[in-house]
Nanobody, 123 residues
Framework: QVQLVESGGGLVQAGGSLRLSCAASGRTFSISYMGWFRQAPGKEREFVAAISWIGGSTYYADSVKGRFIISRDNTKSTVYLQMNSLKPEDTAVYYC????????????????WGQGTQVTVSS
C-alpha cells in the first residue's frame, strides 16, 4: 500500500503561482509513476501532469504545458507541482496519485490517491 498526502493549495490571484506537494509513504519502492489530476465543479477529473518515479521523465496536459512543472525528490518520497501563470480555469481540487503500472496519463491506471487540495484562482 502507498499513502499520499497533498499540501500547498490555497487562494491566489490570476497570474500568480502556487506549489503543491505530495508526500508518499508505505511501499514507495513499488511506484512507477506519480501524477497530478484535478477536478473542477461539475466536471470530470482530468490529467494534469505525471513523472516517472525512477527516470524522472515528465508528461503534461496541453492545458498546463509551459506553465506547470512537476518534479520529485526521491529522498523525501515527495512530488511537487509548481503552478505558474495561474488562470481562473485552473480552479479545481488537485489530487496526487501513484501507480505501479505504466499508464501514466490514464485516471484508471492509478491505484493510490490523496485526499485532494483546493486551488482557487481569482480573476
Amino acid at each position: 500500500q502507498v499513502q499520499l498526502v497533498e499540501s500547498g493549495g490555497g487562494l491566489v490571484q490570476a497570474g500568480g503561482s502556487l506549489r503543491l506537494s505530495c508526500a508518499a509513504s508505505g511501499r514507495t519502492f513499488s511506484i512507477s509513476y506519480m501524477g497530478w489530476f484535478r477536478q473542477a465543479p461539475g466536471k470530470e477529473r482530468e490529467f494534469v501532469a505525471a513523472i516517472s518515479w525512477i527516470g524522472g521523465s515528465t508528461y503534461y496536459a496541453d492545458s498546463v504545458k509551459g506553465r506547470f512543472i512537476i518534479s520529485r525528490d526521491n529522498t523525501k518520497s515527495t512530488v511537487y507541482l509548481q503552478m505558474n501563470s495561474l488562470k481562473p480555469e485552473d480552479t479545481a481540487v488537485y489530487y496526487c496519485a501513484a501507480t505501479r503500472r505504466s499508464a501514466y496519463g490514464s485516471l484508471q491506471g492509478y491505484e493510490y490517491w490523496g485526499q485532494g487540495t483546493q486551488v482557487t484562482v481569482s480573476s
